[in-house]
């Protein structure tokens, strides 16, 4: 082959930055890992995207002997990379289930020849009976672990094959192993330390904090109104809404362009070409927003993302922090913003009792769980978001919906006495819907049908909105006064710990809704 060699084992690190990556310096946590894997030690790195975890075990691979084998679970990044260190004069390869036969004979023979500085392979490629018979018959640098959050059950992407990884250090204990990865829940972390046996890797472990995204989560309760309220404050900016579903997701693109917003939807069902121009667009500023599901997003790297929306809720605050971390990477203002619904709560449940094995299903109840404490939690958001990643944050972080606007509460306990007796006299047989006209003394045939009119509750609670009651009612059935039997067209029902309430032995105060998006960032420049 005719490339020069992309480094020389004598040459110095800071020359290779130089030389082959065109860096001027290193950051300092790079500086420590590559240094640890050329002395032959393991390492963790625990950062989040963009924080260039790349160079960590790409460099080591040209300043070791042999070829490094770097684990990657997704074919679309495997080709990314290659392709960028190929340009940059690296002897690098990908082996995956892309590749045709010929190719992947090539990439062996390569292999075998030590002609590779380094290997980009699928994982279930890499624990392969003719693979690792190859491997056991060259020289391996290293073995780079990207996406290590993959080995843990408690990952938001679990993948069997790279629990097996753990194989690799039995048969090759003399090689160092880094694993890498932007997924720092305390237990996904320990998971891949236990799975990988890295006990006494080299660790580091960067903050997750993105001071300049600003969340804020309001009430959902008309959301195409909140988000039309959202977006006027956000003309010409660029931004994602992510929607639960494909089908929220085109309702919601198609109102917006039917409003006069330049928005284009994006999900699974669309065709290749169709979601490769929707991302080309999005990227090059031509269109300012892409109304998605969570497929968008994965490998966009667009600096200027000025607000990520949720829609509905995410399935978990790994997602959550994944998604809103789209936003604002150029590290100007950004907003993230919530549109929590209780509703949603039942719906991503129902998602959950689905499908998956017992033991998967618990462990996304319980990340769901986090995700709506998160929602309903009254502290500073980043102090909450950061600390489920096991990160302490000294103070209130200043730039969420809670620390800028903190919570007001009131007594509800006259106005929750008025629900739960409302409750109790239509039978304990109708939902929120009806239990709110009869508060509010609505005259709908139905009501004159049923006589509702005539219950003492009927029009004891007109002087409040229709929001005010729904709010209330869902905060009744999430401190457990109340049960909705969701089987059983959402009848809500009185539990024990109505009593109390309703016989005047025990106070309830709650949390007004928010449900503004919260105001302009910045003042209107005159
Ligand atoms: P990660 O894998 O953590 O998401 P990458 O390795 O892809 O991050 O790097 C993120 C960005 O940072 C890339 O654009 C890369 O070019 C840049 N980068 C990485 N290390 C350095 C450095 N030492 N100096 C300047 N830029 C760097
Ligand atoms: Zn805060």
Redesign the pocket.
Known sequence: RQTMPAADLSDSVEQT?NDV?G?????TF?KEIVHSLIQGKDAF?L??????????F?IPALHRRGTAIVVSPLISLMKD?VDALRVNGVKAACCNSSLGAGELREVMAQLQADQLDLVYVAPERLLSADFLQLLQRIEISLFAV?EAHCVSQWGHDFRPEYVGLGRLRDYFPAVPMVA?T?TAEKQTRLDIINHLHLENAHQVIASFDRPNIRYTVIDKSKPYQQLGVFLQHHQHESGIIYCLSRKRVDEVAKKLRQDGFKAAAYHAGLSANERKQVQDDFIRDDLPIVVATVAFGMGI?KPNVRFVVHYDLPKNLESYYQETGRAGRDGLPAEALLLFGYGDIAISRGLIEKGGNPEQKRIEIHKLNAMVGFAESGTCRRRALLGYFGETLEDDCGNCDICLNPPQRYDASEDARKALSCVYRVGQRFGIGHVIEVLRGAKTQRIFDLHHEQLSTYGIGREQSQDHWSHLLRQLIHYGYLEQDIGNYSVLKLTEAARPLLRGEAELTITKPRVKPGRKKRPERK
Request: charged share 15%; aromatic share 12%.
């Open positions: 930055l990556f860096y001027q310096s290193f950051r790079q790195v950062m989040p995207t963009g924080g260039g975890k790349s160079i960590c790409q990379q990207d890498l932007a790297d």
